[in-house]
């Protein structure tokens, strides 16, 4: 039974930093693009970063380049989000997902989500 658990939100300061971990298991990862999407009340997910399968390339939403940072251990299942000079508008519940659709940043095409954990920018 595969399973992503996410771990390592909370309640920060904006211009402060926060990790968040994704523990992945069940099966093997390496062939799937693994994602960080986020969720804010009132609207739609949206994709946040993504760590290509094969290529290892790394994607991020225009909103996060420069201060979120992807990064993926393949010999734990683990993706890491690393993300700094947080901002009010990054408040959402945070969702891990794997998946291998060519369309990296369409939610739908991910078949695997974490329970999400929150994060909360205060200003």
């Known amino acids: 039974q595969v399973h992503l658990v996410e771990s390592g939100g909370g309640l920060v300061q904006a211009g402060g930093s926060l990790r968040l971990a994704c523990a992945a298991s069940?099966?093997?990862?390496?062939?799937?693009?693994m994602g960080w999407f986020r969720q804010a009340p009132g609207k739609e997910r949206e994709v946040v970063a993504v760590?290509?399968?094969?290529?290892?390339?790394?994607l991020y939403a225009d909103s996060v380049k420069g201060r979120f940072t992807i990064s993926r251990d393949y010999a734990t299942n683990t993706v890491y989000l690393q993300m700094n000079s947080l901002k009010p508008e990054d408040t959402a519940v945070y969702y891990c997902?794997?998946?291998?659709?060519?369309?990296?940043?369409?939610?739908?095409?991910?078949?695997?989500w974490g329970q999400g954990t929150q994060v909360t920018v205060s200003s």
């Open positions: 997902a794997a998946g291998q659709g060519n369309s990296y940043s369409d939610y739908s095409q991910y078949d695997y």
């Open positions: 069940g099966r093997s990862f390496s062939g799937m693009h």
């Open positions: 760590s290509l399968r094969w290529t290892g390339a790394r």
